[in-house]
């Protein structure tokens, strides 16, 4: 069974930090791209930043210079290190994983982030 869990999440004011985990199991974590998205009341999911096993990493664009995407392999967790938030980055943060282009997509639960101005 493949789980994904989130942690990480919180308030917290604008300028400040967060560093979200997500820890994989039931998955051979080393083969699978990891990626983390985020869903604001009202919007679609979007892709925040995705790292491949390569280690290859991409960015939204809203994120690029203030946000970076880790993988520790040994852990099979991957890190989103969130620097200079502000308001525009709340939302619910999700783990996605993937194996290549045509494998099975897993979700977490997803771990809510507040940024107050």
């Known amino acids: 069974q493949v789980q994904l869990v989130e942690s990480g999440g919180g308030v917290v004011q604008a300028g400040g930090s967060l560093r979200l985990s997500c820890t994989a199991s039931?998955?051979?974590?080393?083969?699978?791209?990891m990626a983390w998205y985020r869903q604001a009341p009202g919007t679609q999911r979007e892709l925040v930043a995705s790292?491949?096993?390569?280690?290859?990493?991409n960015y939204a664009d809203s994120v690029k210079g203030r946000f970076t995407i880790s993988r520790d392999n040994a852990k099979n967790t991957v890190y989103l290190q969130m620097n200079n938030l502000t308001p525009d980055d709340t939302a619910v943060y999700y783990c996605y994983s993937k194996r290549g282009l045509v494998g099975t997509p897993y979700w977490g639960q997803g771990t809510q982030v507040t940024v107050s101005s």
């Open positions: 790292i491949t096993k390569e280690i290859t990493t």
């Open positions: 039931g998955i051979s974590f080393s083969i699978y791209t």
